[in-house]
Each structure stands twice: as structure tokens, then as C-alpha cells.
Nanobody, 121 residues
Framework: QVQLTESGGGLAQPGGSLRLSCAASGTIFDITTMAWYRQTPGKQPDFVASISRLHRTNYADSVKGRFSISRDNAENTVYLQMDSLKPEDTGVYSC???????????????WGQGTQVTVSS
């Protein structure tokens, strides 16, 4: 059983910063892609950023230059540093991991429970 535990959400003022983290725990052989998505009420989750095992990153246009995704492969943890926050960054941020529990196992798509980020003055 693999679980994703997120932390770091909260309230920030416009122009402020927050740092999210998501730790995968349990029986893990490897994690290929780690990513963050944002969801607002009544909408499908939007892609925010992703990072490969070899640290190749990809960002949504709306966050380029402001957000930075990183990962610690030894700790099975992904981070999202969010700077220069805007009110439109508000939403529930969920992490995604593409996990194998053993060398021969199929990949599992796992989601965290989500953490609320609110940007408001």
C-alpha cells in the first residue's frame, strides 16, 4: 500500500510564497513522474508542473517563472515552491505519482488528498 501525504498549503497574500510537499510512503520500487495539479470548484484539475525521475521539469504557462518543482528521490518526496503568488493561483493542489511497488509490477497512478492554497489580501 502506497500513500501520498501532502503538506504546506494555507493562506498567502498576493506576491507571497508558499512551499508544498508531498511524500510517498509504503512499498515503493520506483516513481517515474511526480506532478502537481490544481482544482477549483466545478472544474477539472489543471496541470501545474511535473518532474521526471531524472529531474526534467515541465510547467503550465500560467506558472512559468514563478513556481519551481523539485524532488528528492531518496525520500520519495516532491516539492512545489510557489513565489509571486496571484489570486488566480487559489485552489486545491494535489500531487500525482506514477509508482511501481516492485520491478515486475505495473505502474500505479496515485493521487494525494489535496491541500488548499488561498491567495488573498
Amino acid at each position: 500500500q502506497v500513500q501520498l501525504t501532502e503538506s504546506g498549503g494555507g493562506l498567502a497574500q498576493p506576491g507571497g510564497s508558499l512551499r508544498l510537499s508531498c511524500a510517498a510512503s509504503g512499498t515503493i520500487f520506483d516513481i517515474t513522474t511526480m506532478a502537481w495539479y490544481r482544482q477549483t470548484p466545478g472544474k477539472q484539475p489543471d496541470f501545474v508542473a511535473s518532474i521526471s525521475r531524472l529531474h526534467r521539469t515541465n510547467y503550465a504557462d500560467s506558472v512559468k517563472g514563478r513556481f519551481s518543482i523539485s524532488r528528492d528521490n531518496a525520500e520519495n518526496t516532491v516539492y512545489l515552491q510557489m513565489d509571486s503568488l496571484k489570486p488566480e493561483d487559489t485552489g486545491v493542489y494535489s500531487c500525482f505519482c506514477d509508482v511501481r511497488v516492485s520491478e515486475l509490477a505495473s505502474r500505479l497512478d496515485l493521487w494525494g488528498q489535496g491541500t488548499q492554497v488561498t491567495v488573498s489580501s
